[in-house]
C-alpha cells in the first residue's frame, strides 16, 4: 500500500473516500489552491478525479479550487507513469488522456460499482416515496417500469415493506422473471389501465415510456424517475396533467455519501488488484 | 349506514377520516363555531372525538374552534342514546361518560388499531434512519430492543432492506422467537458490547433501558426512540455522551396521516359491527 | 457442568441429545437392561426421559429396553435430591412425582421449545407439501387457518417461496397482525368460497374447523392438518368427500431428529440456568 | 385457436400439457400406436415432441409407442407447412429439419421457459436438502456455488427459510451482485476454508468447480449438484472422500409435472403470438 495518490476536486463523497482511504493507510493528498499542479503530481503514482470529473470537458470538476485545473495541462504533466482515476469521463477526456499516453480507468463504468450502486439508488427512491406519499408503502399499489438491476431491488425491497409490486417491462424474458420473482409482470400495453389506481409509479427505463396518453391516466399518482438523462417522463405531459414528478439523480451521493464513497473505494481496490498495484 | 356523525375537533388524520366517511356513504358533520353544541348533536347518533380526545382532561382537543366545547356539556348533552367514540380518553373523561350514562369506545384501546399502527410507525423510524443516517440501512447493523408488535415488523423490515439486525430482548422466549424469525438475538447484559459498532438503534421498550452505561458505549450509534412516555432513553445521558438521540412519537398522523385516518376508519367499523349498528 | 445425567429411554432425538451433552462436557450415561435403577440413579443428578416421557401413565417410554421401568419405583427411588426432566408429562406422572417430593420440570411445557420447535414443524409441513403436490408451492394458493405461532412462520416462509397466502383466523386481531405482515386475512365465513381454487390448506388450530361444509368444496386441495390431537379436520368427511388429508403430528422429531434434539438441549440448559446448578 | 396439435411422444409433463391444451380449447391428438403417420399429419397444423424430443437422434422420444416413428420420416411428411415443436433438438434434428424446409422451434432454448424453469428446480432442490439433512434449512450454513438464474432464486429462498447463506463466484461483479441482495459472498479460492463448516452446497456451475482438495474439506457437507452434464462435482473424489453428492437432473419434470408442463404451454402460446398464428 505504498501507493501515493493525489485527489483534485470532486464532491462531499471524494472527501469521505480520502478518509476512508486513509484509514486503510494510503498516502493521499487532496490538490489545493496554494499547490503547483507540476509539483503535486511529482510525488504521487495515482491521480483520482471526482464523479463527474469534469462538468465542461475542459476544467476537472473541483468546487474546492478558486484556479481550475484544466485537463490538457492535468494529462500532460502525468504522462504514461501515473494511473488515472476518474469518473463517467467524457469521450473527449479520454482522448485527451490517450494523447498523452496516461494510463487511465473510468471507476463509474465498473460493474460492481453500478452493481453496488444500485443499493442506494433504492433506498434513496423509497425515502423520497415514504417523504412524498400521505399513505405507507405497505399496501400501496407500486408499478415498477423497467426490470434491470435497480428494479429488481426496488421490487423486492418494496414487497418486503408490504407493497403490492406491479412490475411492466417490454421483454417477455424480463417479465418471465418479473413472476419467477414473485411479481406481478405487465406489459407496457397494460400500463395505462394499471396506472389509474396505482399509488407511486417508479421508472428506470432512460428513455421516454411514460409518455402523454399514460400520464392522463396517472391522476393521484406519484411518479419517482430514477432514470439518468433525458428520463423516462415527458415533464410537459405530466404539468398538463397535474401530475406530481420527482427526478431523481444522483441519489447515492445525496442520501448516501458515506456508502457511496465506499463502492467507490472497493472499485478502486478492484482496480488496484487487477493491475496488480 | 343510516348513521349520522358528528365531529368534533381532532387534527388532520381526522379531516382525512371524515373525507373518508363521506365518501363510504356516512352522513358526517364537522362541528364549526357557527354551530350551538345543543343543536349538532340534536341530529346525530355519533360523536366523534380526536386522538387524543382531550389534552387538559377539560375540553375536546379542537385546534379549529375558537370556543372550547367542555367535556362536561358534552357528555351532559348526549346522554344515553348517542355513542361516543374517542381516542386515548384519560380516567376522567371516562368517569364524567360514565356519571351522564353515555355509551363510549375508545378506539385507541382496540387491538387491531395497535397492531395495525405499528405499520406506519416502523415505516416513520425507517424513514428517519434514511434521512438522518449517511450511510444505507443495507449493510448496517442496527439493534432493536425490544420483541413486541413493533420491533417484529421493524426487524423484518430492516432485514429486507439489508442491515445486520440484532434484537435485544429481556425474555428468553422473546429471543427465542427472534432467533426463529431468523435475527441474532442477546440479552441485555450484551447491549453494552454490541452497541459499539452498531449503525442506528431503535427503542421498543417504555421505560428506560438505554442508560448511561449503554450510552458510553454508543458514540457514533444514531439512536431512535419509538416508545411513548417517558420514553426509554436516558436523555442527559445522551447529551452528555454525545448521542444523537430522535425521540419519534405519533409517528402514524405524521407521516402518514391517509393510512392513519384508514386505520381508524376501520376500527369504528369493526366497532359498529359489534354493537350491531 | 459437573452434572451426571441419566438418560432412561426416549426416541432417537433423545440419543442425538445424548451425543450433544457428551460433547458440551456433561457426564452422560443411558440406562439399559444390564443396569439395576437403583444402581443407575445412585450416580446422577439429573434424570432425563424422552417425549412423551410415558405412553400408558404406568411405564417410562423406553423402545430400547426389554424390562420397562416403573414410573412409581423411578419417583421412589429418586426422591428429593435428583431433577426430572420429561416431556408431556401427564397430570398423573406430575401427581406421582409429587408425591415422592421429585423436582421435576416438563421441558415441553418451556415457551422457548415450543417457539423453536415451530421452525422444523414448519419445515416439515413444507416439506409434505412438495413431496404431495404435483404443482410448485411458488403461484400456488395457500391457505392457513390459524395465525398463531406456527401460522405466522408457515404463512412468512410460504411467501417467501411464491405462493399466494391467504389467512383464516377468527379474531379480528389475529386478521389484522396477518395484514399488517403482509399477508390476505378471511375470516371462516369466507373459507368456504376461498377453498375451492386453493392448492393446499395447512390447518393449526386444535379443534374441528375444517368441517364437511368446507370440505365438500375443497376437492383437489390438499389438506395438512398440523394440529395436534383431536386435530382441526372432519376425517370422515374427507373421506366422503374425496379429499386427500395429511395428519403430520411430532413433525420435528421425523423431519430434523438433530434440530429437535438441539432445542431440547438449549431448553435443558436454560433450566440449569435458573435453578442455577 | 383453430390450431390442430399433434403429439407424439414425451413423458408425464407433456400427457399433463395435452390436458392443458385441450382444456383451453385446442385440437389435440396424441399420436398412437393404431395411427398411420401420414394420416395423423394430415390433419395438424402442429407437431408437438417431448422434451428431449428424442434421445437417440434417430427416432422421436416416446415411451408409449411400440414401433418407433423415425426423425427422418416425421420431417419429410411434415414439409413446410407445419409447424414443428420440440425440446432439446439435437444439432442433427436440425439438420434433418432443414433438409426438408420443416419450420421449427426448440421450445426449450427460450429465455422465459429458462427462467421459469428455475422455479420447480429451485423448490426440487430444497426438497431434497429437507429430505437429506437430520437439520432443518434454518440456522443451517448453505453455500451455492455460481449465482446465475438458479443460484439467485436459490439464495433469497434458502435464506428466506433461515438459512445463513454463503454465495461462492468467479466473477467480481456476480459477488457484488450477491452481497446487494443481502449475502455473503466469497471466491473460490476462499471456497476450501467455508466448507468445512457448512451443512449444505448446491452447486450450478457446469463445469467441474468442487474438485478433490474442496471435496477432502467437505466431510459431513451434503452436496447437491444442479448442474446439467458432466456435472460440478469429481464424483470419484466424493466418494473417496465420503462425501454424500446428490445429482439432481430434470428437476421440474420430477417434483412439479404440472407446474412443468404449464411453463411449456406459456412458452408455446409466445411462440404462436410471435409467429402470429
Redesign the interface.
Known amino acids: 500500500m505504498d501507493i501515493n495518490i493525489l485527489i483534485i476536486g470532486g464532491d462531499s463523497r471524494i472527501d ?1 473516500l480520502m478518509h476512508q482511504l486513509v484509514c486503510d493507510g494510503y498516502k493521499v493528498k487532496k490538490f489545493s489552491d496554494s499547490d503547483t499542479l507540476k509539483g503535486a503530481l511529482d510525488n504521487c503514482d495515482v491521480v483520482l478525479l471526482g464523479l463527474p470529473a469534469s462538468r465542461d470537458d475542459k476544467t476537472v470538476d473541483a468546487p474546492n479550487l478558486k484556479e481550475s485545473v484544466l485537463i490538457k495541462d492535468l494529462m500532460r504533466l502525468m504522462g504514461e507513469n501515473k494511473l488515472l482515476l476518474a469518473g463517467k469521463m467524457s469521450e473527449r477526456m479520454k482522448a485527451v488522456a490517450d494523447v498523452f499516453s496516461v494510463k487511465w480507468v473510468d471507476y463509474f463504468m465498473r ?2 460499482l453500478e ?2 450502486n ?3 439508488t433504492c ?2 427512491a ?2 423520497i416515496a ?2 412524498e ?7 400501496s399499489k407500486a408499478i415498477i417500469t423497467g426490470y434491470g438491476r435497480i428494479g429488481k ?1 426496488l421490487a ?2 418494496l414487497s ?3 407493497a403490492d409490486v406491479v412490475v411492466c417491462a417490454r421483454k ?2 424480463a ?3 418479473a ?4 411479481f406481478k409482470a405487465i406489459d407496457f400495453s397494460e400500463l395505462k389501465e394499471n396506472i389509474a389506481d396505482s399509488t407511486v409509479l417508479f421508472n428506470t427505463v432512460p428513455h421516454m415510456v411514460i409518455d402523454r396518453s399514460i400520464l392522463l391516466e396517472a391522476k393521484g399518482t406519484l411518479i419517482i424517475d430514477l432514470a439518468s438523462k433525458p428520463g423516462g417522463v415527458d415533464m410537459e405531459a405530466a404539468r398538463d396533467a397535474g401530475v406530481d414528478v420527482v427526478w431523481a439523480l444522483g441519489l447515492p451521493g445525496k ?5 457511496a464513497a ?1 463502492i467507490i473505494k472497493e472499485t478502486i481496490y ?1 482496480i488496484f488488484n487487477e493491475l496488480g498495484e
Open positions: 469521505y460493474e460492481e452493481i453496488l444500485a443499493i442506494p433506498e434513496g423509497i425515502q415514504m417523504e406519499l400521505p399513505v405507507t408503502i405497505h399496501s431491488i423486492r425491497e418486503c415493506l408490504g417477455i424474458s417479465r418471465a422473471q413472476r419467477a420473482d414473485g442520501v448516501a455519501p458515506v456508502t465506499n478492484n
